[in-house]
């Protein structure tokens, strides 16, 4: 069983920065695949990043904008989302795919205002 807990959402002004976090627990965080996750209201699920070992993948509406990355001593991995932009408004979920499986933190609301 592997826990997800994020933190670092919150509400900023188009242009700004946020950084989440997601502390995992439960697991060889090291060999883990780590990703972060977003849904906006009546939209489905999309993929914002991915971090495989020390390889990233990015959404396209991401990218050069949004890092991920990842402590293995901390067992956590970050998000680092700057120039935010009102589409970028969503709840954000960290994900754990181990042995096959897929696991969820509860989400954390990022809001971005014009």
């Known amino acids: 069983q592997v826990q997800l807990v994020e933190s670092g959402g919150g509400s900023v002004q188009a242009g700004g920065s946020l950084r989440l976090s997601c502390a995992a627990s439960?697991?060889?965080?090291?060999?883990?695949?780590m990703g972060w996750y977003r849904q906006a209201p009546g939209n489905q699920r999309e993929l914002v990043a991915r971090?495989?070992?020390?390889?990233?993948i990015y959404g396209d509406s991401v990218k050069g904008r949004f890092t991920i990355s990842r402590d293995n001593a901390k067992n956590t991995v970050y998000l680092q989302m700057n120039s935010l932009k009102p589409e970028d408004t969503a709840v954000y979920y960290c994900?754990?795919?181990?042995?096959?499986?897929?696991?969820w933190g509860q989400g954390t609301q990022v809001t971005v205002s014009s």
């Open positions: 439960g697991s060889s965080f090291s060999a883990n695949v």
């Open positions: 971090i495989i070992g020390a390889s990233t």
């Open positions: 994900n754990a795919f181990v042995s096959l499986k897929n696991y």
